[in-house]
């Protein structure tokens, strides 16, 4: 019996022990247990992939619907703003044309008073010349009677 009778005999015995102790049903399952692993951690980056597209996509999603609120906003204060300087325009026109219209109403009135200012003193000065000349010519009750009669009627013309 040579040596490579003893060597055949050691590999047989070998296998024997190998496959009394189930080393390939070990090995296959170990296998098994690590490809399994190795999908349920594909699967996982798979669905993590998903969640962070959908997480990116509402996101995005949020920001235009964000810059489309900006934009809103920032157009409503313009045309509040304009809306705002029309009204101011207006009023501050609204307000020189009554300030004006007050003003011309206030000279007219002074002028209206003037001009009444003006003609009494007239008719006052021109009934003491009446009276004075009426005095100098007339005398006695005729001339008191006249002179009354004549302020009466100047008066009664006044008013």
């Known amino acids: 019996m040579d040596a490579t009778f003893w060597a055949l005999i050691a590999l047989i015995i070998f296998l024997g022990i190998v496959a009394y ?21 594909l ?14 996509a509402d996101y995005q999603r949020k ?25 101011a325009e207006e009023k501050t026109a609204d307000f020189v044309a009554r300030r004006t219209a007050m003003a011309e109403q206030k000279i007219a009135q002074a002028q209206a008073q003037a001009v009444a200012d ?9 009934v003491a010349a009446a009276g004075k000349i009426v005095e100098g010519k007339v ?3 005729t001339a008191d009677k006249l002179i009354k009669d004549s302020i009466a009627e100047v008066k009664a013309r006044l008013n």
């Open 21 to 41: 102790l189930k080393v390939p049903g070990m090995l296959t399952k170990n296998l098994d247990e690590r490809a399994e692993k190795i999908r349920n951690d």
């Open 118 to 126: 003006v003609r009494a003193s007239a008719v006052e000065i021109a």
């Open 63 to 87: 920001r235009k619907e964000a810059e489309q609120e900006a934009s809103d906003i920032i157009a409503a204060a313009e045309r509040d703003a304009e809306l705002m300087a029309r009204e």
């Open 139 to 141: 005398s006695g009750a």
């Open 43 to 56: 699967e996982e980056a798979r669905r993590l992939r998903e969640e962070a597209q959908e997480l990116l």
